[in-house]
Structure formats: C-alpha cells, structure tokens
Nanobody, 120 residues
Framework: QVQLVESGGGLVQAGGSLRLSCAAS????????MGWYRQAPGQQRELVAT???????NYADSVKGRFTISRDNAKNTVYLQMNSLKPEDTAVYYC??????????????WGQGTQVTVSS
C-alpha cells in the first residue's frame, strides 16, 4: 500500500521561505513523475511544479524564479523550496507522485496536504 507523507508547511511572513517534503513508501517498484499542487479556499486545485524521473522541471508562471522543485530518488522524496513567499501563495499544498507498483501498473497518489499561510 503506497503512502505519501508530507511535512514542512506552516505560517511565515511575506518574503520568507519554507521547504515542503513528501516521502513515498510501501509497495514501490519505481517512482515516475512527482509534483506539487495547491488549493486556496474557494479555488480549484492548481499545478505548482512538476519534475520528471529524468529531472526535467516545469513551473506555474506565478512561482517561476521563487520556487524550486527537486527530488531524492534514493529516499523516494520530492521537495519544494519556496522563497520570497507572497500572501497569494497561501493554500493547502499537495504532493502527487506517480508510482509503479509493478512493471505493468502505475498510479498517481496524493499526499494528505499541508497548510502554507503567508501573512502580509
């Protein structure tokens, strides 16, 4: 049973930094793409950043130059370094990891979500 555990959210002042982590465990054959999404109150969940198994990254325009996604394949973990945070970054952040549990089956799994609040 694949499980994702997120950590690192919290309350920070505008201009500050936070680092989110998301670790996958249980029944993993291989890890494919990894990503971060966020959902603000009353808004739809939106993509923040993704990273492929080869390390290619993609960012939402709103976070380019401020956020950095990275991964540690040995630890099955994805990170999101968030710098120069703005109040509009306030949201629940979710990781999504595409996990292969066998050579023939893969699925996307979601973390439990972690709250990031940026005060002005």
């Amino acid at each position: 049973q694949v499980q994702l555990v997120e950590s690192g959210g919290g309350l920070v002042q505008a201009g500050g930094s936070l680092r989110l982590s998301c670790a996958a465990s249980g029944g993993i054959f291989s890890i494919n793409a990894m990503g971060w999404y966020r959902q603000a109150p009353g808004q739809q969940r939106e993509l923040v950043a993704t990273i492929t198994s080869s390390g290619s990254t993609n960012y939402a325009d709103s976070v380019k130059g401020r956020f950095t996604i990275s991964r540690d394949n040995a630890k099955n973990t994805v990170y999101l370094q968030m710098n120069s945070l703005k109040p509009e970054d306030t949201a629940v952040y979710y990781c999504n990891i595409v996990v292969s549990t066998s050579r023939y089956f893969s699925n996307g799994y979601w973390g439990q979500g972690t709250q990031v609040t940026v005060s002005s």
